[in-house]
């Protein structure tokens, strides 16, 4: 009887999972996805980028749950989060979380691309991964620093003030950039619109398809670590070199092979 | 993907012969993303929330006085994060050099960053087989290090006024 019910359950399971990937392709999606070789070795090291990832899929999560309580003018902006860190249910623990977690991703993201940058990720063809990562941490520091100002307390306001007020001495178009960080020639009230109308929709909008340009990126050419997840092979391309070398021996296709010192070995 | 789920290939398979555009095709030791690198995720992603959760509680997240935009004596002081950007401006004084020192410098900077994969022109990648790139690298990762330590010492030692002011 349990035998039988069983096997019932698992065959409409096989259905079901038949018929989703009929219609959607998923099953063989996620088992691409799931099962792509990536190299052993080295891969905690490879942590810090699914890191980031986490770090700043907290952030969203709670950003937008900050967004219930947070009210973005000048007169209740401050009261606002006053009320979050004393009288909201885990308000302490919710926007503590977003704070830590924002400097806890400026690290780990500088982390990243240093491990990126050391071991020569960035080489073709995986140059546009680097190109999208500088953007992406470029997003990610202004996001940090327009969320000070979203407070609208002493300190994140002046560091606004004084960043803008930097900004401003940018060649040819920097009366335009303060106007636009200001919103107007000084600060007020439409300053805090301009800087959470950056933190909370222009920067995540951009942000998020530019995540997922550099995941897609990642996927189609592979993780490619370090070179010494390649050492053996690295060490039989050298040994064949070495006998070409010496006994100038040919390759599969009759050609010779060239020893010269145009290697990719690390 | 065959490969990983009926055990893994030999790093050099029989009679393969390994040329310069064949040696990055695999790993010598592969695994599965899944389980082999989603447990490695899962496990700093675990360690990192545990992390924010304790600091949420033990060092909650800051809130100084409401904004004054009258006041006269508030000392501003930045994020640690433009701490290097900070010191960067003592280097370049008077209102003449600030575009220089905090503008158009790191906006070549990042220029430069923007270019790396096409400057480096080195064939290897380990870092010891192209130490150019590497030392410039290492040079740059301690000047801004050096620099947030100066601009951190600087404010911590600031007797001119209290930033809560
Ligand atoms: C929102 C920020 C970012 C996220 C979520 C992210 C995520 C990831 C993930 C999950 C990986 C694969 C695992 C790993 O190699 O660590 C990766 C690889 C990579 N990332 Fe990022 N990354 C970000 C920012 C950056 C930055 C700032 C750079 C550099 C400027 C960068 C450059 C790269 C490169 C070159 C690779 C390929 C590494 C390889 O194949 O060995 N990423 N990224």
Redesign the pocket.
């Known amino acids: 009887m349990i035998a039988r019910t069983t096997a019932r359950i698992r065959g409409w399971g096989r259905d079901l999972m038949d018929w989703m990937e009929e219609r959607t392709g998923i099953v063989s999606l996620t088992e691409k996805l799931l099962y792509e070789p990536t190299p052993a070795r080295g891969r905690w090291?490879?942590?810090?980028?699914?890191a980031?990832?986490f770090l700043?899929t907290l952030q969203f999560l709670t950003g937008i749950l900050l967004l219930f309580y947070y009210v973005p003018t000048t007169d209740n902006a401050w009261d606002s989060i006053h009320y979050i860190m004393t009288q909201a249910y885990f308000g302490r623990l919710i926007r503590g979380m977003h704070f830590w977690s924002a400097n806890l991703l400026l690290f780990v993201?500088?982390l990243?691309?240093v491990?990126?940058?050391l071991?020569g990720?960035?080489k073709a063809p995986?140059e546009m991964?680097?190109?999208?990562?500088?953007f992406?941490?470029l997003?990610?520091t202004i996001m940090a620093f327009s969320g000070y100002a979203l407070r609208w307390d002493q300190e994140g306001f002046w560091a606004w003030e004084v960043g803008a007020m930097i900004s401003s001495y940018t060649p040819l178009i920097g009366s335009w950039v303060i106007t636009t960080l200001l919103g107007g020639d000084t600060a007020g009230p439409a300053t805090l619109s301009r800087v959470f109308a950056l933190h909370v929709w222009l920067l995540p909008a951009v942000?998020a398809p530019?995540?997922g340009v550099?995941?897609y990126?990642?996927r189609k050419?592979?993780?490619?670590?370090?070179t010494f997840e390649y050492s053996e092979r690295l060490a039989a391309l050298r040994k064949r070199r070495q006998m070409e070398e010496t006994f100038g021996s040919v390759e599969e296709d009759g050609q010779v092979a060239d020893a010269g010192d145009h290697s990719q070995e690390g | 993907m065959v490969d990983i789920r009926y055990g893994p290939r030999e790093p050099v398979e029989e009679g393969e012969v390994v040329t310069e555009e064949n040696v990055f095709d695999h790993y010598d030791e592969p695994q599965g993303f899944f389980p082999g690198q989603v447990v490695a995720?899962l496990t700093v992603s675990t360690f990192l929330l545990a992390i924010v959760v304790v600091l949420a509680y033990a060092v909650p997240a800051p809130l100084t006085e409401p904004m004054d935009i009258s006041t006269t004596v508030y000392v501003p002081r930045p994020e640690w994060f433009f701490f290097f950007l900070d010191q960067w401006l003592l280097y370049f004084p008077g209102a003449a050099l600030i575009a220089v020192g905090d503008v158009i410098i790191p906006g070549l900077f990042v220029i430069l960053?923007l270019a790396i994969p096409w400057l480096d022109k080195e064939p290897a990648y380990s870092p010891a087989r192209r130490p150019f790139v590497t030392v410039v690298g290492l040079l740059v990762i301690t000047v801004i290090v050096l620099n947030m330590l100066l601009a951190l010492l600087r404010i911590v030692n600031f007797t001119g006024g209290t930033p809560a002011g």
């Open positions: 090291l490879y942590t810090l980028g699914s980031t990832l700043i993201i500088g990243h691309m491990r990126t940058f071991s990720s960035y995986r991964n680097w190109v999208v990562g500088v992406l941490i997003i990610v942000l530019l995540i550099h995941l990126l990642l050419h592979g993780e490619f670590g370090a | 995720d960053l």
